[in-house]
């Protein structure tokens, strides 16, 4: 038996998922899930660019050049094409009209109003023909939404506008980042030490952005700084629970923290709208994590962990908590059982390299990756586009946030139902089909109708790609074997975020052509799902343990079979093998 089975033995006998579970669960982890959309994703709205038009200089005003306001845009603002295909003023020139020109235009200010169409068209084209067009300085923002974000404050349009986009891809950038920085400090100090040093990096770094806000570069330092603790703050809790937990209650932990997240990024709108205000809004998405160094004694060291560093007396003494807690006499051969897997636990992974140890194993491995980067690309750029979407901002994304919860049950329904492999594949080509349903709509813009169809469209895509997440990871825990499953696990994940820096200028398109960003997310969509088609079927099968064990599931499976109810697992074996043919 290998020490994993050993500790998932040990565990069962010590209550499987009893009280001190749940005091996890529903203490730590929940709570914890539930504010984490708040210091992630609360950038939507620091980074927000509202409506906004050119404010020329004073003497270009309507009121000095007493002409009213459709007029004046006519003589002052050029004409150019906006991204909904719509013709319409400038929001970054003006005319830069002579001093000469501003008293001809106050002149023929009492008769323009009553000229013709024709002939105000000329007497415009005539003198904007040959002046200099200046670039603006001064806008005048919508204060519908917010009050301000930092956009307005700083004026990040126009010449700037790219800043956004910019910071979007640096968050990503610490998040890679944090990526081999946290693994090194759970690696070396453990999981429990890595949330709290994260915790701790989140609040002092997002803090200082707001100082640090009169200056960009120090502002985009600190961006990606304060996104290297992002990581540790999902990962570290929910791994440690898991490792502790027995096997059938790991997929509860799992879609609890899902859920919880769910109703925090419905909720998380709700705190956005009241305060309105940039500053403000860092401040309380990341303040609430305070509290969690109150839970220092709550959580654990990872037990799993220090059997790996050769730990077993403090191994033992949290099992002897947990199963004191749960009301279970722990086995009296404990000590000697953790001790014993201690001595065994010697065997190391291969490492990224091992996945391309086999020809099959490689081949799977980068359609795995292609499979993760379509739902976490989507997933995260679909929170950006929130401000390309019509409609309010507030409620498109608390509609976005309400089927995140529905989408994670019905990927771990349909995966159980039809497979992971046509769940996967068929919601994937279905976003497709939606993000391409879109484009259209994006120049109608004079319908009340066409405003709730794309936020409905959305909200349908949203809650598939929440789905789709969900049998992503399910698929790459039972497609890697078990020397390989972290590593593989781990380098999807470092792929799909890698390539995802990339999407905050995907969906900067939007301010040239609102198609673009659903057109480039849908042909992501199409080639992930073309990808997961050709993954074997892993439902009902045991994990692989070794790379042949992996390179053997559905080696004989016809392309367009549906293999659930013609799979079983023989009792001899640790891969699927069919029944009968299809």
């Given at each position: 038996?290998?020490?994993?089975?050993?500790?998932?033995?040990?565990?069962?006998?010590?209550?499987?998922?009893?009280r001190?579970?749940?005091?996890?669960?529903?203490?730590?982890?929940?709570?914890?899930?539930?504010?984490m959309?708040?210091?992630?994703?609360?950038?939507?709205?620091?980074?927000?660019?509202?409506?906004?038009?050119?404010?020329?200089?004073?003497?270009?005003?309507?009121?000095?050049?007493?002409?009213?306001?459709?007029?004046?845009?006519?003589?002052?603002?050029?004409?150019?094409?906006?991204?909904?295909?719509?013709?319409?003023?400038?929001?970054?020139?003006?005319?830069?009209?002579?001093?000469?020109?501003?008293?001809?235009?106050?002149?023929?200010?009492?008769k323009?109003?009553?000229m013709?169409?024709?002939?105000?068209?000329?007497?415009?084209?005539?003198?904007?023909?040959?002046?200099?067009?200046?670039?603006?300085?001064?806008?005048?923002?919508?204060?519908?939404?917010?009050?301000?974000?930092?956009?307005?404050?700083?004026?990040?349009?126009?010449?700037?506008?790219?800043?956004?986009?910019?910071?979007?891809?640096?968050?990503?950038?610490?998040?890679?980042?944090?990526?081999?920085?946290?693994?090194?400090?759970?690696?070396?100090?453990?999981r429990?030490?890595?949330?709290?040093?994260?915790?701790?990096?989140?609040?002092?770094?997002?803090?200082?952005?707001?100082?640090?806000?009169?200056?960009?570069?120090?502002?985009?330092?600190l961006?990606?700084?304060?996104?290297?603790?992002?990581?540790?703050?999902?990962?570290?809790?929910?791994?440690?629970?898991?490792?502790?937990?027995?096997?059938d209650?790991?997929?509860?932990v799992?879609?609890?923290?899902?859920?919880?997240?769910?109703?925090g990024?419905?909720?998380?709108?709700?705190?956005?709208?009241?305060?309105?205000?940039?500053?403000?809004?860092?401040?309380?998405?990341?303040?609430?994590?305070?509290?969690?160094?109150f839970?220092?004694?709550?959580?654990?060291?990872?037990?799993?962990?220090?059997?790996?560093?050769?730990?077993?007396?403090?191994?033992?003494?949290?099992?002897?908590?947990?199963?004191?807690?749960?009301?279970?006499?722990?086995?009296?051969?404990?000590?000697?059982?953790?001790?014993?897997?201690?001595?065994?636990?010697?065997?190391?992974?291969?490492?990224?390299?091992?996945?391309?140890?086999?020809?099959?194993?490689?081949?799977?491995?980068?359609?795995?990756?292609?499979?993760?980067?379509a739902?976490?690309?989507?997933y995260?750029?679909?929170?950006?586009?929130?401000s390309?979407?019509?409609?309010?901002?507030?409620?498109?994304?608390f509609?976005?946030?309400?089927?995140?919860?529905?989408?994670?049950?019905?990927?771990i329904?349909?995966?159980?139902?039809?497979?992971?492999?046509?769940?996967?594949?068929?919601?994937?080509?279905?976003?497709?089909?939606?993000f391409?349903?879109i484009?259209?709509?994006?120049?109608?813009?004079?319908?009340?109708?066409?405003?709730?169809?794309?936020s409905?469209?959305?909200?349908?895509?949203?809650?598939?790609i929440?789905?789709?997440?969900?049998?992503?990871?399910?698929?790459?825990?039972?497609?890697?074997?078990?020397?390989?499953?972290?590593?593989?696990?781990?380098?999807?994940s470092?792929?799909?975020?890698?390539?995802?820096?990339?999407?905050?200028?995907?969906?900067?398109?939007?301010?040239?052509?609102?198609?673009?960003?659903?057109?480039?997310?849908?042909?992501?969509?199409?080639?992930?799902?073309?990808?997961?088609?050709?993954?074997?079927e892993t439902?009902?099968?045991?994990?692989?343990?070794?790379?042949?064990?992996?390179?053997?599931?559905?080696?004989?499976?016809r392309?367009?079979?549906?293999?659930?109810?013609?799979?079983?697992?023989?009792?001899?074996?640790d891969?699927?093998k069919?029944?009968?043919?299809?």
């Amino acid at each position: 038996m290998s020490s994993d089975a050993s500790f998932d033995d040990t565990i069962e006998q010590l209550g499987g998922f009893g009280r001190y579970h749940k005091r996890l669960l529903y203490l730590l982890l929940g709570p914890l899930f539930f504010i984490m959309p708040f210091p992630l994703l609360h950038q939507v709205f620091v980074l927000h660019v509202p409506d906004h038009s050119c404010v020329p200089p004073e003497h270009l005003s309507n009121e000095s050049l007493m002409v009213n306001h459709d007029i004046w845009q006519e003589l002052v603002l050029p004409t150019m094409m906006l991204p909904n295909h719509v013709e319409g003023p400038s929001t970054c020139t003006y005319f830069n009209y002579t001093q000469d020109q501003v008293e001809s235009i106050i002149f023929m200010a009492p008769k323009m109003a009553n000229m013709s169409t024709e002939d105000r068209k000329q007497f415009v084209e005539t003198l904007q023909n040959g002046t200099e067009q200046a670039a603006c300085t001064q806008w005048e923002y919508d204060q519908s939404e917010f009050f301000d974000t930092l956009v307005t404050e700083k004026n990040w349009v126009c010449e700037k506008s790219m800043y956004t986009a910019d910071l979007y891809t640096l968050a990503i950038v610490g998040l890679i980042l944090g990526t081999f920085v946290f693994s090194l400090i759970a690696d070396f100090y453990g999981r429990k030490t890595s949330f709290y040093v994260g915790a701790a990096s989140v609040i002092v770094l997002t803090l200082c952005m707001i100082p640090g806000s009169d200056n960009f570069h120090l502002f985009a330092f600190l961006k990606v700084a304060a996104a290297f603790g992002m990581l540790p703050l999902f990962q570290s809790p929910l791994s440690i629970l898991c490792e502790i937990s027995n096997i059938d209650k790991r997929g509860y932990v799992l879609c609890y923290g899902c859920i919880t997240w769910s109703l925090g990024q419905c909720v998380f709108p709700l705190v956005g709208y009241v305060i309105a205000s940039w500053r403000l809004i860092k401040a309380v998405s990341v303040l609430p994590l305070v509290l969690f160094f109150f839970t220092w004694k709550l959580l654990p060291e990872s037990p799993r962990w220090m059997i790996s560093k050769g730990k077993s007396k403090e191994a033992t003494a949290i099992l002897r908590k947990i199963a004191e807690t749960n009301n279970v006499v722990p086995p009296p051969d404990l000590e000697q059982r953790i001790q014993k897997m201690s001595e065994n636990n010697m065997e190391k992974s291969l490492g990224y390299l091992g996945l391309f140890s086999s020809r099959i194993l490689g081949v799977r491995t980068i359609l795995m990756t292609i499979g993760f980067t379509a739902s976490a690309f989507v997933y995260y750029q679909m929170v950006i586009n929130v401000s390309n979407m019509m409609g309010n901002t507030f409620l498109n994304l608390f509609l976005l946030g309400l089927v995140e919860g529905p989408g994670t049950m019905i990927g771990i329904f349909l995966a159980n139902t039809i497979g992971r492999r046509w769940t996967h594949c068929t919601l994937l080509f279905l976003n497709a089909i939606l993000f391409s349903s879109i484009t259209p709509l994006v120049y109608i813009t004079s319908e009340a109708w066409v405003p709730p169809v794309i936020s409905f469209l959305c909200m349908f895509i949203k809650m598939n790609i929440a789905a789709t997440f969900t049998v992503a990871y399910v698929q790459a825990m039972e497609v890697f074997p078990t020397s390989l499953r972290q590593s593989g696990v781990g380098f999807c994940s470092f792929i799909s975020q890698t390539i995802s820096i990339g999407g905050p200028y995907v969906i900067a398109l939007g301010m040239h052509d609102l198609k673009l960003p659903y057109l480039v997310m849908a042909l992501i969509c199409l080639v992930g799902s073309i990808s997961t088609s050709c993954l074997p079927e892993t439902v009902g099968a045991k994990l692989p343990d070794t790379i042949e064990d992996a390179s053997m599931i559905g080696r004989s499976d016809r392309f367009f079979s549906f293999l659930p109810r013609k799979y079983e697992v023989p009792a001899e074996q640790d891969i699927i093998k069919k029944r009968s043919k299809v």
